[in-house]
């Protein structure tokens, strides 16, 4: 059974910094794709930054957060620097059986999700 468990999330002034881990088990998911997405109230789903060969980000992230993984130890993170209020949001991880494509960048090409966690920015 696989199951993704994130961690880090909490609450931050805005220009801090968070570091969320996500890990794996019940299999790797170190030849595929792995993910973050955020969700905050009343808003779609949203690409944050993903992992396979290369690394990816969402446009309101790039520049700020890095996402980075230990094969090893099976898990993923997300380094958050310089938050602001609009980052708020519950971040949720994610792993694809498949390797990147352009669809990678929609929730709807994941297979396995976490539970998520909080993240709160204030101003």
């Known amino acids: 059974q696989v199951q993704l468990v994130e961690s880090g999330g909490g609450l931050v002034q805005a220009g801090g910094s968070l570091r969320l881990s996500c890990a794996a088990s019940?299999?790797?998911?170190?030849?595929?794709?792995m993910g973050w997405f955020r969700q905050a109230p009343g808003k779609e789903r949203e690409f944050v930054a993903a992992i396979g060969a290369s690394t990816y980000y969402g446009v309101s992230v790039k520049g700020r957060f890095t996402i980075s993984r230990d094969n090893a130890k099976n898990t993923m993170y997300l380094q958050m620097n310089s938050l602001k209020p609009e980052d708020t949001a519950v971040y949720y991880c994610?792993?694809?059986?498949?390797?990147?494509?352009?669809?990678?960048?929609?929730?709807?090409?994941?297979?396995?999700w976490g539970q998520g966690t909080q993240v709160i920015v204030s101003s």
């Open positions: 994610a792993a694809d059986t498949d390797m990147w494509s352009a669809a990678s960048r929609s929730y709807i090409a994941y297979d396995y």
């Open positions: 019940g299999r790797t998911f170190s030849t595929s794709v």
